[in-house]
């Protein structure tokens, strides 16, 4: 398991309704961000590149993603400075790999199809 909920129990205070609409918007929405952000690094463009994984960031960083957060970390920073695309493109896969297992596992845990 990729993830930890326990940032997200802290601040729901035990509302698991809260919960679960976090979880499920993430499920819903992080997919259509990761084939924005693959098109942006097969483009090559360092601007797209940096907007997705910055807005990606924090859903990571919520859900305790810590290994996916940290790749997506350096790539945000790659692309902010405009180096290493190589690298980004290297890496982007093994990103994506990681999210989509964590959201299978949140789908399982949460029984959403």
Same mark, same amino acid.
């Given at each position: 398991?990729?993830? /930890?909920?326990? *940032?997200?129990? =802290? ?7 809260? @919960?679960?609409? &976090? =979880? =499920?918007? $993430? ?8 084939? &924005? $952000?693959? *098109?942006? =690094?097969?483009a %090559? /463009?360092? #601007?797209g590149?940096?907007? &997705?994984?910055h *807005? @990606?960031?924090?859903?990571l960083?919520?859900l305790g993603?810590?290994a996916?957060?940290?790749?997506? $970390? %350096?790539?945000? /920073?790659w692309? *902010?400075?405009?180096? /290493? ?8 896969? &093994?990103?994506? #790999? ?5 959201i299978? #596992?949140l789908? %399982?845990?949460? %029984?959403?199809?």
């Amino acid at each position: 398991m990729g993830y /930890n909920l326990e *940032k997200i129990h =802290v601040m729901s205070d035990g509302d698991n309704d809260f @919960i679960e609409a &976090v =979880v =499920v918007a $993430f499920i819903e929405e992080i997919p259509e961000d990761m084939i &924005v $952000f693959e *098109k942006e =690094v097969v483009a %090559k /463009n360092y #601007g797209g590149i940096y907007q &997705v994984s910055h *807005k @990606i960031k924090p859903n990571l960083e919520l859900l305790g993603m810590d290994a996916a957060f940290d790749l997506n $970390f %350096k790539i945000l /920073n790659w692309a *902010k400075d405009e180096t /290493n695309i190589d690298e980004i493109a290297e890496n982007f896969p &093994v990103l994506k #790999g990681m999210i989509d297992e964590n959201i299978s #596992g949140l789908k %399982k845990e949460f %029984k959403v199809s």
